[in-house]
């Protein structure tokens, strides 16, 4: 199974988790377990991040070259950066919230001291993907966390709920055993797949290009988390948990809508990359502007189920709570995924000619529009001020995208 198959696949097995915790554990404990989990990702960055990219390309070029002391260094060093900054940031956590509480220990918050011990396994995950990644093996190195682990965690969330009973606790946990069996089976393929040329080396070190390397990583890394996440973020620092329970089910049923351009782009890239090399610009804008009414055409009847009954299948899928709270919500997410879709795949255009960075200055607008209109709406609107935000980024980073693409790449991105 290629990585685009296991992305496709790991989209629905994502959205039964998402309805089993939001039916079980009810808005409010469902709000507490989305804020707490995004979060998470936001605190492992500095481990996570710029570490896994870094590491696919550095172990790409000395395994090609033969350097196999370099090879062993670095994946020493990135072992040891994962366990060691993981640690760190534990020990960070404790000296401020327990030692000068400064941040908060009651609440949801209590659910922060449990969620954060995976973040050594979410640093070494890391390492094992980068480094599989780098050996050529990128659908190996996406396997245990991409599939296995979201399958392995539904599957344990649904033996629990019906033996034990299922809270946020509980929740946390399970989430925590299921990176923790990703770990091990990654440490598995890595074994089996690490060259036995490097095994009896001395481990040679770069840390000086090393460390060069990895603070642009980890600031890319934190814009696109960060923007992933704003909504959810904000609602759980100034609103209540069930809005946070109410964005992340919206958030989830609107994925369906750009499903059809997830598709698209897994079958136009290599076209995509062959056209550029050709210097075809007329065959790109055939690429691009195909794919995007071929993806709209799936998406807009799929949008237009559910702005006029989303409300109905919210009730029926993730439970009648959650259907005034996640309705608006909802709406607002599906015309800005609608506008995605008609954009098309303006990112990949970027990345697939070589103007991947281009897309940075697009993430960064994105992200602060995110956050003045975050900070303006969600106090008094809640879910829905917060639908508002990550709409208007998705809408603000495809016109940014779209001009770029036009700039860069010669062609006009859209349906029409």
Request: charged letters at 10%; glycine letters at 10%; proline letters at 4%.
């Amino acid at each position: 199974m290629g990585v685009g198959a296991m992305r496709l696949a790991a989209i629905p097995t994502g959205l039964a988790t998402t309805v089993l915790l939001a039916r079980l554990l009810g808005p409010e404990q469902f709000g507490q377990y989305a804020f707490i989990m995004a979060l998470v990702p936001l605190l492992a960055l500095p481990i996570t991040g710029g570490m896994q990219t870094l590491l696919t390309r550095e172990i790409a070029s000395y395994s090609q070259a033969g350097r196999w002391a370099l090879y062993k260094g670095a994946l020493n060093a990135a072992h040891g950066w994962a366990i060691g900054g993981g640690l760190l940031i534990l020990i960070a956590y404790a000296f401020f919230a327990y030692g000068l509480a400064v941040i908060p220990t009651s609440g949801k918050w209590a659910l922060l001291s449990i969620a954060l011990l995976m973040l050594p396994l979410l640093g070494l995950n890391a390492a094992r993907n980068g480094v599989i990644k780098g050996l050529g093996m990128p659908a190996a190195a996406e396997l245990p966390g991409m599939l296995i682990q979201p399958m392995m965690m539904l599957g344990a969330l649904s033996g629990v709920a019906i033996f034990i009973g299922l809270n946020t606790y509980v929740a946390i946990w399970v989430h925590i055993s299921s990176v923790a069996a990703a770990f091990l089976i990654a440490t598995i393929i890595f074994v089996k797949v690490r060259p036995t040329e490097a095994r009896s080396v001395k481990a040679e070190y770069d840390f000086r290009a090393w460390r060069g390397a990895l603070a642009p990583f980890i600031l890319l890394s934190l814009i696109g988390t960060f923007n992933a996440q704003l909504g959810i973020l904000a609602l759980g620092l100034f609103s209540s948990d069930d809005q946070v329970g109410a964005l992340r089910v919206a958030e989830r049923a609107a994925q369906f809508v750009s499903l059809s351009l997830v598709m698209v782009n897994l079958v136009i890239s290599p076209h995509i990359v062959k056209a550029f090399k050709s210097n075809d610009t007329q065959l790109l804008q055939q690429l691009s502007r195909q794919s995007a009414r071929g993806a709209l055409a799936v998406a807009l009847p799929i949008g237009l189920l559910m702005i006029i009954f989303g409300d109905w299948l919210i009730g029926v899928f993730f439970g009648q709570e959650y259907s005034e709270l996640s309705y608006i919500p909802l709406v607002i997410l599906v015309i800005g995924q609608l506008f995605n879709v008609f954009f098309g795949s303006v990112g990949f255009l970027l990345a697939m000619t070589g103007n991947e960075k281009q897309s940075f200055k697009g993430q960064v607008l994105a992200v602060l529009v995110s956050i003045i209109l975050c900070w303006a709406l969600i106090p008094t609107m809640g879910a829905v001020g917060g639908a508002v935000a990550v709409s208007s980024s998705i809408i603000v980073w495809n016109a940014i995208l779209g001009y770029l693409v036009y700039r860069k790449v010669g062609i006009r991105p859209s349906a029409f």
